[in-house]
Nanobody, 122 residues
Framework: VQLQASGGGLVQAGDSLRLSCATS????????MGWFRQAPGKERELVAS????????WYADSVKGRFTIPRDNAKDTVYLQMNSLKFEDTALYFC????????????????WGQGTQVTVSS
């Protein structure tokens, strides 16, 4: 599975941004999808995940209430809608896919896309 993330950029604190992750396979709906991020000098962390049909989602405490992770199985695409961005959201964001059914905090993923940089100025 090839994943292509896009949508990063430079924004101001309080702004919104939507990341997209398109996949190369029509079996997209068979994968749990997740968004990770890695800031300089920090470990990569799972930000959000979504189940196969979008019924369940999981969010890191740091983004709850601000980020959402919708998916469109008809377009083989998952999104990360980021609202009320903070300086500490600055990071390289990655999308990933794993075999499974339920969204959770599990961080072992099978396929990874390249990162897209999000920079939030304070």
């Amino acid at each position: 599975v090839q994943l292509q993330a896009s949508g990063g950029g430079l924004v101001q604190a309080g702004d919104s941004l939507r990341l997209s992750c398109a996949t190369s396979r029509r079996t997209f709906s068979r994968y749990v999808m997740g968004w990770f991020r890695q800031a300089p000098g920090k470990e990569r962390e799972l930000v959000a995940s979504i189940s196969l049909r979008g019924v369940t989602t999981w969010y890191a405490d740091s983004v709850k209430g601000r980020f959402t992770i919708p998916r469109d199985n008809a377009k083989d695409t998952v999104y990360l809608q980021m609202n009320s961005l903070k300086f500490e959201d600055t990071a390289l964001y990655f999308c990933a896919a794993r075999i499974g059914t339920v969204a959770s905090g599990k961080t072992e993923y099978d396929y990874w896309g390249q990162g897209t940089q999000v920079t939030v100025s304070s």
